[in-house]
């Protein structure tokens, strides 16, 4: 099994910054497409942005300019900077990705717990 765990969320005024973690941990095989994904109350989860292996990224359009991911591949980590908060940025982020079973060579999907951004007005 393979867990994600999510960190550096909480509550920042507008124009504020955030910088989120998400550690993989476990039977980690191989690690291929990484992201983050956020749910707004009564709104659907959406991807905020993604990251290759290699490295390449891509961004929501509500989002680009102010928000920049990372990803450290000996540390099976990611990173998401948000700077230029908006209230309309307030969800539960995401962490996702994507990986190769060592046992079967499947790739399957693994989620984290969700941590939550408040930004206020």
């Known amino acids: 099994q393979v867990q994600l765990v999510e960190s550096g969320g909480g509550l920042v005024q507008a124009g504020g910054s955030l910088r989120l973690s998400c550690a993989a941990s476990g039977r980690i095989f191989i690690l291929n497409a990484m992201g983050w994904y956020r749910q707004a109350p009564g709104k659907q989860r959406e991807l905020v942005a993604g990251?290759?292996?290699?490295?390449?990224?891509n961004y929501a359009d509500s989002v680009k300019g102010r928000f920049t991911i990372s990803r450290d591949n000996a540390k099976n980590t990611i990173y998401l900077r948000m700077n230029s908060l908006k209230p309309e940025d307030t969800a539960v982020y995401y962490c996702?990705?994507?990986?190769?079973?060592?046992?079967?060579?499947?790739?399957?999907?693994?989620w984290g717990q969700g941590t939550l951004v408040t930004v206020s007005s």
């Open positions: 990251i290759t292996r290699g490295g390449t990224t």
């Open positions: 996702n990705a994507d990986r190769v079973d060592p046992g079967t060579y499947r790739n399957l999907e693994v």
